[in-house]
């Protein structure tokens, strides 16, 4: 009867246990960030919707723009830094490393300024164009990283953990283009 009643309680203390292991705060901002490691269908199918918001790019350089955001997320890296549980509110702070696109962007701005003329078009207009193939062909060159903080929001509904969406300038962080 003992042995019974033994086997039942380990069962019992495993169920429970293994449910919460899933539906912790610092566990949905893994399982958020793991799906752009993993580049995830969803995650995927954004990044196509903001590639196609832009009407500046041409084809190829969408595809070579997604590219880059693609090798982005396959490398980004993460540090749990601190979680924090207040009542039916959670904050999961965060430390994310990913490419340096932004130095990249800046220096060809700062070069763009510097040689205007090398992005005009025959009749001496800006060239929209050359300017993308150039800042595209910098970002290719990336192999920097950098740092960045980023505190996730979580609150609960109905016991569940819920990620708060996230900020542009966090967002920003992930992809490696955010402007301090």
Known sequence: MKKIFLVFAVLFLFATGCGDMSNTPTKK???FLGKYQSMDSNVLSQL???VKED???DEDQR???KSLMEKQY???SYKIKN????GDNAT???EVEV???RSALDKAESYRNEHKEEFLDDNKKDDISKYIAYKIKELKKVSDKRKYPITFNLHKDDGEWILDDISDSDREKIHGLYLE
């Not at 979680?83 to 207040?86: A, D, K, M, T, V």
């Open 48 to 50: 196509d919707d903001i």
């Open 55 to 57: 009407t500046d790019m």
């Open 74 to 76: 396959q490398n980004l």
């Open 29 to 31: 901002v893994e399982d």
């Open 99 to 101: 490419y340096d696109y």
């Open 92 to 94: 999961v702070d965060v």
């Open 63 to 65: 595809t070579d723009y």
């Open 83 to 86: 979680e924090n549980i207040n």
